[in-house]
């Protein structure tokens, strides 16, 4: 398994920025990556929320909740994944309370297609796929900065 994180500190109160974390099967509302987004049945929050995503370049995706901590943590789990070069991936969302801001943390594991050659895959995809998570947060930031001022 590959593994990169990104640190960050977020400038909208943790409330804010969980609140649009939690809102799991609207993501294409404020992720620029986000073509389509959609729960897959009844439950929309909480371990065990389903949603179906297509990003720009025609990737579909398929994930589940696997962890939910209200306001603290989340980790979702890639059930599959169609157009990358991925076996199997999941993101760890924590955040921390820092009052009018939040650090968070977004830790991304993922083993990549390949067989011997999985490891320089993984290489490669690490940077583009960094970029991306950056520009996701980026996307959080300012859906969680438009929740603090509605």
Excluded at 60 to 65: F, G, N, P, Q, Y
Excluded at 69 to 89: G, S
Excluded at 107 to 114: E, I
Aim: negative net charge; hydrophobic residues 45%; aromatic residues 8%.
């Amino acid at each position: 398994m590959k593994n990169f994180t990104i640190d960050r500190t977020i400038q909208a109160p943790r409330a804010h920025v969980w609140a649009v974390l939690a809102d799991y099967p609207n993501i294409v509302d404020w992720n620029e990556g986000v073509v389509s987004s959609s729960a897959i049945g009844d439950a929309t929050e909480g371990v065990g929320a389903q949603r179906q995503c297509e990003l720009t370049g025609s990737v579909a995706m398929r994930e589940t909740v696997t962890e939910w901590i209200a306001e603290e943590k989340m980790v979702v789990a890639i059930d599959q994944v169609e157009k990358m070069p991925v076996v199997e991936a999941s993101m760890t969302f924590t955040l921390a309370d820092g009052g009018e801001s939040t650090p968070i943390r977004m830790s991304y594991d993922f083993q990549a297609k390949g067989g011997p050659f999985a490891g320089v895959i993984g290489a490669v995809l690490s940077r583009p796929m960094s970029k991306g998570f950056s520009a996701f947060i980026d996307d959080l930031e300012r859906a969680a900065q438009a929740r603090a001022t509605a």
